[in-house]
Structures are given as structure tokens and as C-alpha cells.
């Protein structure tokens, strides 16, 4: 059974969907490996992304699973607790990318109407952030405060309560799985100058500044979510070691070439060939 092209509008349940039939139907078998990111992308004619998200949901799923470095494989479905509704649950990169949009424009507004206090309370949230260990609850705590009180500087209730929603769909177990690949003490510290970077903006009340301080941020999330899960990379480095190889083995050589080698051992021999 073929995959069928999926039209760029449709979002990864809808890839879920198609992959969980195939496998289903015997196409993927147990224990089988999946094509790679790169390759599902190419069929199916999506973003990586979208097809990172609806493996990650099949992994939530019990249906594959993800080994870092090796690929993705089709594994036995265990008897558990049914998954998650996959249609009442966004996508991790589409919530990312929506934030993006959102938060930038309220970062550039904030940098306009902050006052001192609102400063402050970024402050604290940041210092907070400074001193939590990271992947954790407290850290994710701390992470929202602050964009929460970047939203609250607006004084618009509606504005606080769809950022505070938005950032709380971290939690729902596709983003968080998809976190766990990911997500690390050296991630944190790097998202933690970005944030600096769009407190310091609002600070200075440089609205431009401040809308793409946010932007960077956000964006650079979702790139940190989007690296590669190692597959591709080792296949490739195998390949290359295969070419090289190939380029170094001894080809058999001609009679002449004999002939050649022959003549020149025997000059090395104080002997010349015979003629």
C-alpha cells in the first residue's frame, strides 16, 4: 500500500492517521523501521515538522518507538490506557508557531506601555528561572510567570488568560514527550539569554527590539525541537564510510600494471628487465 500525498493544510493527525494504517494493515511489521523524517517528508509532500509531530503522537500512542541515533521503529501495541484524543490536542510546532505570532506582537506592545512594576515583575521571574533545575515542574512554572507577566504589563485580562492557556498545552503529553527528546540543561540556559534578551528590550521600551527578541525566541524553540533525532546522520555517516571505502579498495591490476611493478623491483634489485 503506497502512502498517498498529504495536502500542506492538513496537520499531523491526519499523518498520524495514514501511518497508523499502514502499519495495521502489515505494510510497517513489528520490529520494522520506518523511513526517515526526511523521507516520509519527500512522500508525503509536508514539513518535517508535521511529520515529526504525528510520530511522536504514534509514540504517545504505543505504536512505534523513537531510538535516537537508529530510528523509528513499529513495536507491539501494549494493553494500556487509551491514548489521548489526538484531535482535541494541537501540535506541539503549531502551538510554538502560534505563540510566535502572539507573543511577539505583546512583547512590542509591553515595550511601549511597561512600567517599573511590570519590569519588576519580569525580573522576578527571571531570577526564579535563574535558580530552578531544568527539565522540571518548578522550571515550566517559572517559564510561564514570565511570559505571563509580559502579557499582564497590556492590562488586558483576555490577553493573560490566551497566553497562560497557550503555554499550559506544554503539558499535554505529545509536547511533553517530544520535550523529553530534547529539553536539557544546556537548552534551558540558552532559552534563559533569550529571555534576557526580550526583558531587556521591554526595559529599554524598544518595541522593535522587544517583537523580535520574542520572535528569536520562540522561533529558535521550535528549531531546537526540530533537530535531528540521529537516524539520518548515522545512515548518511555509514554511507559515506561505504564510499570511502569503495574509493580505496585495490582495483585488480592490468598486465601492464604487473608488468610495470615487476620491472621496478627489478631495478630496485640492481637488475634491469630483460628485454
Known sequence: ????????????????????????????AVGSRLPTERELAEQLKISRPTVREALIA????????????????????????????????????????????????????????????????????????????????ASMVHDRAFHIAIAGSLGNAVLVRVVGEL????????????????ESPGTWRTALDEHRAVRDAIAAHDPDSAREAMRKHLARSQERFAQNFGAESAAAASSAGRDRAGRHQAKPATPKQVAKKQAKKQVKGGRLPQR
Request: no cysteine.
Open 167 to 182: 503555554f499550559d498545552q506544554r503539558l499535554n503529553p505529545y509536547f511533553a514527550q517530544l520535550a523529553h527528546y530534547f
Open 1 to 28: 500500500m503506497p502512502l498517498e500525498a498529504v495536502e500542506a493544510r492538513r496537520l499531523y493527525r491526519q499523518v498520524a492517521d495514514q501511518l497508523r494504517s499502514l502499519i495495521d494493515s502489515g505494510e510497517y
Open 58 to 137: 504514534l509514540e504517545v500512542e504505543g505504536r512505534v518507538r523513537i531510538r535516537v541515533g537508529s530510528g523509528i521503529y513499529v513495536i507491539e501495541p501494549a494493553d494500556a490506557a487509551p491514548a489521548p484524543a489526538a484531535a482535541v490536542i494541537e501540535g506541539p510546532f503549531e502551538l510554538l508557531r502560534a505563540r510566535e505570532f502572539l507573543e511577539s506582537a505583546i512583547a512590542e506592545q509591553a515595550a511601549r506601555v511597561a512600567t517599573k512594576d511590570d519590569v519588576a515583575r519580569i525580573d522576578a521571574s527571571l531570577v526564579a528561572m535563574e535558580n530552578v533545575e531544568h527539565p522540571g515542574e
